[in-house]
Protein backbone atom coordinates (compact mmCIF):
# COMPACT_ATOMS: atom_id res chain seq x y z
CA UNK A 1 0.00 0.00 0.00
CA UNK A 2 2.78 2.35 0.95
CA UNK A 3 4.50 1.91 -2.31
CA UNK A 4 2.69 4.21 -3.93
CA UNK A 5 4.01 7.66 -3.43
CA UNK A 6 0.73 9.73 -2.88
CA UNK A 7 -0.01 6.95 0.23
CA UNK A 8 3.15 7.07 1.20
CA UNK A 9 3.29 11.41 1.32
CA UNK A 10 -0.39 10.63 3.31
CA UNK A 11 0.64 8.48 5.79
CA UNK A 12 3.66 10.51 6.67
CA UNK A 13 1.71 14.05 6.68
CA UNK A 14 -0.67 12.41 9.47
CA UNK A 15 2.09 10.84 10.95
CA UNK A 16 3.89 14.00 11.18
CA UNK A 17 0.11 15.68 12.77
CA UNK A 18 -0.54 13.07 15.31
CA UNK A 19 3.07 13.72 16.34
CA UNK A 20 2.87 17.55 16.80
CA UNK A 21 -0.86 17.23 18.28
CA UNK A 22 0.38 14.33 21.12
CA UNK A 23 3.10 16.62 22.33
CA UNK A 24 2.16 20.02 21.33
CA UNK A 25 2.96 20.89 24.91
CA UNK A 26 6.67 20.08 23.76
CA UNK A 27 6.94 21.05 20.00
CA UNK A 28 5.30 24.82 20.91
CA UNK A 29 7.00 27.70 23.01
CA UNK A 30 3.97 29.69 23.54
CA UNK A 31 0.90 29.28 25.46
CA UNK A 32 -2.00 29.37 22.88
CA UNK A 33 -4.32 31.62 24.51
CA UNK A 34 -1.59 33.79 25.78
CA UNK A 35 -2.23 37.72 24.12
CA UNK A 36 0.17 40.08 23.60
CA UNK A 37 -0.92 43.20 21.93
CA UNK A 38 2.83 44.17 20.77
CA UNK A 39 3.30 41.53 18.71
CA UNK A 40 -0.26 41.48 16.89
CA UNK A 41 0.25 40.18 13.03
CA UNK A 42 3.40 39.39 13.22
CA UNK A 43 4.50 37.85 9.78
CA UNK A 44 5.78 34.27 9.81
CA UNK A 45 9.09 33.54 10.44
CA UNK A 46 11.53 34.01 12.94
CA UNK A 47 10.40 33.73 16.75
CA UNK A 48 6.60 33.01 15.49
CA UNK A 49 7.26 30.47 12.83
CA UNK A 50 3.82 30.99 12.09
CA UNK A 51 3.12 34.41 12.79
CA UNK A 52 0.80 35.95 14.89
CA UNK A 53 -3.02 36.90 14.74
CA UNK A 54 -4.44 39.53 15.59
CA UNK A 55 -4.36 39.44 19.39
CA UNK A 56 -0.78 38.75 19.42
CA UNK A 57 -0.93 34.59 19.67
CA UNK A 58 1.32 32.30 17.98
CA UNK A 59 -0.93 31.19 15.43
CA UNK A 60 1.87 27.72 15.34
CA UNK A 61 1.03 26.84 19.01
CA UNK A 62 -2.84 27.57 18.03
CA UNK A 63 -3.23 25.09 15.09
CA UNK A 64 -1.00 22.40 17.04
CA UNK A 65 -2.93 22.91 20.28
CA UNK A 66 -6.43 23.42 18.19
CA UNK A 67 -5.23 20.35 16.36
CA UNK A 68 -6.21 18.48 19.15
CA UNK A 69 -9.60 19.82 19.47
CA UNK A 70 -10.55 19.22 16.14
CA UNK A 71 -8.73 16.08 15.54
CA UNK A 72 -9.87 15.00 19.02
CA UNK A 73 -14.00 15.68 17.74
CA UNK A 74 -13.82 13.93 14.44
CA UNK A 75 -12.10 10.95 16.10
CA UNK A 76 -14.58 10.48 18.92
CA UNK A 77 -17.14 11.31 16.35
CA UNK A 78 -15.69 8.07 14.30
CA UNK A 79 -15.61 5.99 17.34
CA UNK A 80 -19.24 6.27 17.86
CA UNK A 81 -20.52 6.00 14.58
CA UNK A 82 -18.07 2.89 13.88
CA UNK A 83 -19.08 1.19 17.13
CA UNK A 84 -22.90 1.33 16.91
CA UNK A 85 -23.08 1.38 13.06
CA UNK A 86 -20.66 -1.88 12.98
CA UNK A 87 -23.05 -3.51 15.57
CA UNK A 88 -26.12 -2.41 14.13
CA UNK A 89 -25.09 -2.96 10.05
CA UNK A 90 -23.84 -6.77 11.10
CA UNK A 91 -26.61 -7.47 13.89
CA UNK A 92 -29.64 -6.55 10.88
CA UNK A 93 -27.57 -7.98 8.02
CA UNK A 94 -27.27 -11.45 9.67
CA UNK A 95 -30.65 -11.49 11.34
CA UNK A 96 -32.61 -10.64 7.94
CA UNK A 97 -36.34 -10.24 7.73
CA UNK A 98 -39.06 -7.41 9.46
CA UNK A 99 -35.61 -6.12 11.38
CA UNK A 100 -33.81 -5.95 9.00
CA UNK A 101 -36.79 -3.85 7.29
CA UNK A 102 -37.22 -1.39 9.63
CA UNK A 103 -33.44 -0.69 10.74
CA UNK A 104 -33.31 -0.24 6.74
CA UNK A 105 -36.07 2.20 6.34
CA UNK A 106 -34.75 4.06 9.47
CA UNK A 107 -31.47 4.34 8.05
CA UNK A 108 -33.01 5.74 4.74
CA UNK A 109 -34.55 8.33 6.41
CA UNK A 110 -31.30 9.57 8.12
CA UNK A 111 -29.77 9.37 4.82
CA UNK A 112 -32.48 11.55 3.24
CA UNK A 113 -31.60 14.72 5.05
CA UNK A 114 -28.04 16.46 3.94
CA UNK A 115 -24.99 15.32 6.37
CA UNK A 116 -24.28 18.90 7.46
CA UNK A 117 -27.73 19.93 7.82
CA UNK A 118 -28.56 16.93 10.08
CA UNK A 119 -25.32 17.49 12.19
CA UNK A 120 -26.36 21.36 12.39
CA UNK A 121 -30.15 20.45 13.53
CA UNK A 122 -28.39 18.14 15.70
CA UNK A 123 -26.19 20.96 17.28
CA UNK A 124 -28.52 23.52 17.52
CA UNK A 125 -31.12 21.39 19.22
CA UNK A 126 -28.39 19.87 22.22
CA UNK A 127 -26.25 23.32 22.46
CA UNK A 128 -23.00 23.70 20.77
CA UNK A 129 -20.17 22.24 22.38
CA UNK A 130 -17.41 19.64 21.50
CA UNK A 131 -19.01 16.78 22.72
CA UNK A 132 -22.34 17.65 21.41
CA UNK A 133 -20.53 18.35 17.46
CA UNK A 134 -19.21 15.01 18.24
CA UNK A 135 -22.57 13.47 18.48
CA UNK A 136 -23.91 14.94 15.84
CA UNK A 137 -21.44 14.08 13.71
CA UNK A 138 -21.77 10.51 14.88
CA UNK A 139 -25.22 10.32 14.04
CA UNK A 140 -24.91 11.24 10.86
CA UNK A 141 -22.37 9.23 10.10
CA UNK A 142 -23.89 6.08 11.47
CA UNK A 143 -26.61 5.46 8.95
CA UNK A 144 -23.63 5.21 6.56
CA UNK A 145 -21.38 2.79 8.60
CA UNK A 146 -24.85 0.74 9.14
CA UNK A 147 -25.11 0.44 5.24
CA UNK A 148 -21.45 -1.04 4.94
CA UNK A 149 -21.91 -3.12 8.11
CA UNK A 150 -24.68 -4.84 7.05
CA UNK A 151 -23.21 -5.20 2.66
CA UNK A 152 -20.86 -7.16 4.59
CA UNK A 153 -22.41 -9.15 6.71
CA UNK A 154 -24.80 -10.35 3.99
CA UNK A 155 -21.79 -11.11 1.84
CA UNK A 156 -20.17 -13.37 4.94
CA UNK A 157 -23.53 -15.43 5.92
CA UNK A 158 -23.93 -17.34 3.11
CA UNK A 159 -20.21 -19.03 3.87
CA UNK A 160 -20.35 -22.40 4.40
CA UNK A 161 -18.30 -21.93 8.09
CA UNK A 162 -21.54 -20.32 9.26
CA UNK A 163 -23.51 -23.38 7.91
CA UNK A 164 -21.37 -25.56 9.58
CA UNK A 165 -20.79 -23.10 13.23
CA UNK A 166 -25.00 -23.19 12.86
CA UNK A 167 -25.32 -26.83 12.77
CA UNK A 168 -23.38 -27.04 15.86
CA UNK A 169 -26.16 -25.40 17.94
CA UNK A 170 -23.92 -22.25 18.47
CA UNK A 171 -26.60 -18.86 18.97
CA UNK A 172 -27.05 -15.72 16.82
CA UNK A 173 -25.53 -13.39 19.15
CA UNK A 174 -22.03 -15.95 19.22
CA UNK A 175 -22.50 -16.38 15.79
CA UNK A 176 -22.68 -12.48 15.14
CA UNK A 177 -19.87 -11.14 18.06
CA UNK A 178 -17.45 -14.16 17.34
CA UNK A 179 -17.50 -14.72 13.66
CA UNK A 180 -19.47 -11.96 11.40
CA UNK A 181 -18.01 -8.88 13.16
CA UNK A 182 -14.79 -9.93 12.66
CA UNK A 183 -15.52 -10.64 8.69
CA UNK A 184 -17.37 -7.44 8.14
CA UNK A 185 -14.93 -5.07 10.29
CA UNK A 186 -12.28 -4.31 7.60
CA UNK A 187 -14.98 -3.23 5.28
CA UNK A 188 -15.93 -1.00 7.67
CA UNK A 189 -12.99 0.09 8.62
CA UNK A 190 -11.65 1.49 5.23
CA UNK A 191 -14.99 3.55 5.59
CA UNK A 192 -14.00 4.85 9.02
CA UNK A 193 -10.86 6.28 7.67
CA UNK A 194 -12.31 8.29 4.55
CA UNK A 195 -14.91 8.83 7.46
CA UNK A 196 -13.10 10.84 9.98
CA UNK A 197 -11.97 13.24 6.42
CA UNK A 198 -15.56 14.15 6.41
CA UNK A 199 -15.82 14.17 10.22
CA UNK A 200 -13.16 16.41 10.10
CA UNK A 201 -14.33 18.61 7.77
CA UNK A 202 -17.80 19.06 9.47
CA UNK A 203 -16.24 20.21 12.83
CA UNK A 204 -14.20 22.68 11.03
CA UNK A 205 -17.69 23.74 9.48
CA UNK A 206 -19.54 23.50 12.57
CA UNK A 207 -16.74 25.75 14.58
CA UNK A 208 -16.77 27.76 11.62
CA UNK A 209 -20.62 28.81 12.05
CA UNK A 210 -19.69 29.21 15.79
CA UNK A 211 -20.90 25.66 17.34
CA UNK A 212 -17.94 24.32 17.93
CA UNK A 213 -14.87 24.96 20.50
CA UNK A 214 -15.72 28.09 22.66
CA UNK A 215 -13.52 31.02 22.05
CA UNK A 216 -11.11 31.69 23.18
CA UNK A 217 -9.72 27.89 22.57
CA UNK A 218 -8.80 27.45 19.23
CA UNK A 219 -10.04 24.83 16.81
CA UNK A 220 -8.89 24.78 13.01
CA UNK A 221 -12.55 25.85 12.05
CA UNK A 222 -12.40 28.04 14.69
CA UNK A 223 -9.25 29.79 13.52
CA UNK A 224 -10.93 30.02 10.00
CA UNK A 225 -13.25 31.90 11.32
CA UNK A 226 -10.89 34.36 13.23
CA UNK A 227 -8.87 34.82 10.42
CA UNK A 228 -11.60 35.23 7.46
CA UNK A 229 -13.11 37.19 9.91
CA UNK A 230 -11.37 40.11 10.52
CA UNK A 231 -7.94 39.86 9.32
CA UNK A 232 -7.78 38.01 5.88
CA UNK A 233 -6.24 41.24 3.98
CA UNK A 234 -3.92 42.33 6.23
CA UNK A 235 -2.75 38.94 7.99
CA UNK A 236 -3.77 36.43 5.34
CA UNK A 237 -1.26 33.54 7.45
CA UNK A 238 -3.47 33.86 10.11
CA UNK A 239 -6.48 31.66 7.64
CA UNK A 240 -4.26 30.49 5.17
CA UNK A 241 -1.87 28.35 7.69
CA UNK A 242 -4.90 26.62 9.39
CA UNK A 243 -6.71 25.96 6.30
CA UNK A 244 -3.95 24.43 4.40
CA UNK A 245 -3.29 22.18 7.73
CA UNK A 246 -6.62 21.08 7.59
CA UNK A 247 -6.95 20.30 3.46
CA UNK A 248 -3.61 18.45 3.49
CA UNK A 249 -4.93 16.32 6.39
CA UNK A 250 -8.31 15.94 5.07
CA UNK A 251 -7.02 15.07 1.49
CA UNK A 252 -4.14 12.77 3.11
CA UNK A 253 -7.08 10.81 4.73
CA UNK A 254 -9.26 10.41 1.94
CA UNK A 255 -5.58 8.93 -0.15
CA UNK A 256 -4.72 6.56 2.92
CA UNK A 257 -8.62 5.40 2.82
CA UNK A 258 -9.04 5.23 -0.55
CA UNK A 259 -5.80 2.67 -0.63
CA UNK A 260 -6.92 0.66 2.09
CA UNK A 261 -10.58 0.48 0.40
CA UNK A 262 -8.57 -1.09 -2.24
CA UNK A 263 -6.42 -3.61 -0.16
CA UNK A 264 -9.66 -4.76 1.85
CA UNK A 265 -11.30 -5.28 -1.93
CA UNK A 266 -8.51 -7.22 -2.80
CA UNK A 267 -8.22 -9.54 0.33
CA UNK A 268 -12.09 -10.10 -0.31
CA UNK A 269 -12.17 -10.43 -4.23
CA UNK A 270 -14.20 -7.30 -4.35
CA UNK A 271 -17.25 -8.35 -2.36
CA UNK A 272 -18.07 -5.62 0.40
Known sequence: MTRRPAVLLAVVWLSAIAFVVVFAGAVSDY?????????????????????????????????????????????????????????????????????????????????????????????????????????????????????VARASALAVRSEEYLTVVRSTGAGTVRIVVRHLLPASAPPVVAYLIGAFATALGAEATLSFLGLGVPPPYPSWGRMLQEGSRAYFEAAPWVTLIPGAILSLTIVSCVVVADAVTRRVDDATGGSP
Do not use: C, K
Open 31 to 147: DPLAQNAERRLVAPGGAHLFGTDGFGRDVFSRVVHGGRASLGVAGLSVALAGAVGLAVGTATGYVGGRTDAVVGRVVDVFLGFPFLVLSLMIVVALSPAPVTVAIAIAVSLAPQVTR
